[in-house]
């Protein structure tokens, strides 16, 4: 504890892969930043359970243009970071990326979005997937059903249609990701400080004046960005905003599970990612032929909602994983599923439309980066932009509620509207999948 309180320009709550993009663009725009976070290092928190799948496939524009701008900068990744980590980096696997035909799906909307912002797609008919990925049983088994249903064994009935997108892909490590972008911001002059939970967000009527932390320290600063992942509620409350957000955010469990995957899914590659809302679920080729498998939140599946962010099983259950395992297996038949589940368990911050809130709020100086849904890994290279964008223009004066903040992303040259990502937003039918695919 120092009775001295540390001084910055910018508090960032959390050294997750949000965070440390968010530390590094704020510092590489000049300023003294201090990144808290209660872990032992960079990407400890939910950023470590992450299958960190990259697709573009989402619900609106806005998403889909970050998601694409987002992929340019995994695939130069050492340029945007100006150096690499000790002589390595976290490398992006490009797969490819199967999205599922499935009903409300709103497809036509999401390949506009792709004509728009010049992602390659290419649509396919039952027979062109069965000839490009022949591992694939394409039969249609909607509506996703428990396994302990007799009718999860039926028959399929018809083919399904679907379309893929080449440069969909996945990031090898996503901890090791996370590293890399708090070894950037170091070089740009930002300090970390880890074992160090903020108990208080310190602030008058007006403004936010900076953090408290558990041994006493304080940390005084103009800027705070709640970036705290599946604590984000909990920092929102030491804030004293929690009332103001239209947009709440509640942790849920959610488990991850290995296997092996069957003979001609890897190839020189990793097999890609399939997204499979006709089964409830998704999966991905991993190096050393393995085969990640996740869940897509379907009906039938009871959501593993969370009091508290710190308090579940911490380990992966036979339930979820004949669920989920059984599921890729009839998209994959020749998958085989080992009696002992094998697997992480991690916890998504979800917001009540599975979107993120990227946003300033009522407390001048305090911003969040928060309800990211369990989609937004692939999105952190570009975030750490977006609220540097808005912090410049809320500080400089601009209502970002009343004439929100758009912005030109650099790689790409799209143009897209922060206000989407507003905390005061309705949630709109249109506007979400209503699931991790966001
Ligand atoms: C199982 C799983 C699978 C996923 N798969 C994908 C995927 O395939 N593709 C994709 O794009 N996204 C995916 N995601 C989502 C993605 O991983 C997250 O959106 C992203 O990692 C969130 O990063 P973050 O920095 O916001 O949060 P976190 O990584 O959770 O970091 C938050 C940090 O805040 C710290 N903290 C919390 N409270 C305090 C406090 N009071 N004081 C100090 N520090 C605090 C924590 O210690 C933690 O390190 C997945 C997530 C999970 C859980």
Redesign the pocket.
Known sequence: MQDTPITADAIV????????DVAYELARHGRSVIV????PGA????????????RFNYSTFTAVAVSWEAKQRWIGWEEYLEGTDDGQLARFVQTGALCLESPGQQRSKVLGFFDRAGVPYEEWDAETLAARLPAIDPGRFWPPKRVTDDAFWDDAGGSLTAYWTPDGG?VDD?VFA?HNLMTAAVRKGARFRFR????SVLRDDQRVLGVA?ADGTRILAPLVVN?????SG??NGMAGVLDEFAITTRPMR?E?HHLTAPDGWNHEVPGPMVADLDLGTYFRGAPAGGLVV?GAEPECDELQWLDDADTYAPTVSKAVYEAQAYRAARRLPDLSVPNRPSG?V????VSDDWVPIYDRTSLDGYYV??G?????????PVVGQLINALVEAAEAGKDHDADPVSMTLPLTGLTIDLGDYSRRRHVDPDKSSFSVFG
């Open positions: 709550i959390g050294a997750g892969v949000i965070g440390c808290v976070d209660r872990g990407g400890h928190g939910s950023t470590s359970a992450s299958s960190a799948c990259i996945f996503p996370a160090s939970a903020v108990t932390i970036v705290s992942g599946p604590h909990v920092v959610q991850v996740g992480v991690g916890v998504y911050d980066a928060i990211t849904s369990g989609n937004q890994f692939k999105n952190a």
